[in-house]
């Protein structure tokens, strides 16, 4: 069974960083996708950024561009995201999540995630 569990999260000032870490255990990805959401109270899970296992290819939401990095350590089965220049608008629950196919941007194409990491910009 796969199982994603994040850390990293945290109180941060405005043009701060933070790099939070998704631990996949019981799969070894050499296919398919895993992908960084946020979420905030009374919002939808937005997509943050995304990495393809098989192509190496990395997307990114245009609010994060040039700011976020995703990435990942084949021999930790553990994918990042280095998170820089944070702003409050940034504040959300982030989650990690994964599929065996492509990276889409919709939430609802992912069947696995983790529990959540918290991160609070503050201005």
């Known amino acids: 069974q796969v199982q994603l569990v994040e850390s990293g999260g945290g109180s941060v000032q405005a043009g701060g960083s933070l790099r939070l870490s998704c631990i996949i255990s019981?799969?070894?990805?050499?296919?398919?996708?895993l992908a960084w959401f946020r979420q905030v109270p009374g919002k939808e899970r937005e997509g943050v950024a995304s990495?393809?296992?098989?192509?190496?290819?990395?997307g990114y939401a245009d609010s994060v561009t040039g700011r976020f990095t995703i990435s990942q350590d084949g021999a930790k089965n553990t994918g990042y995201l280095q998170m820089t220049s944070l702003n409050p608008e940034d504040t959300a629950m982030y989650y990690c999540a994964s599929r065996s196919g492509e990276c889409y941007v919709a939430a609802s194409w992912y069947n696995i995630w983790g529990q959540g990491t918290q991160v609070t910009v503050s201005s």
């Open positions: 990495f393809d296992f098989e192509t190496g290819n990395t």
């Open positions: 019981g799969y070894t990805y050499t296919r398919g996708c």
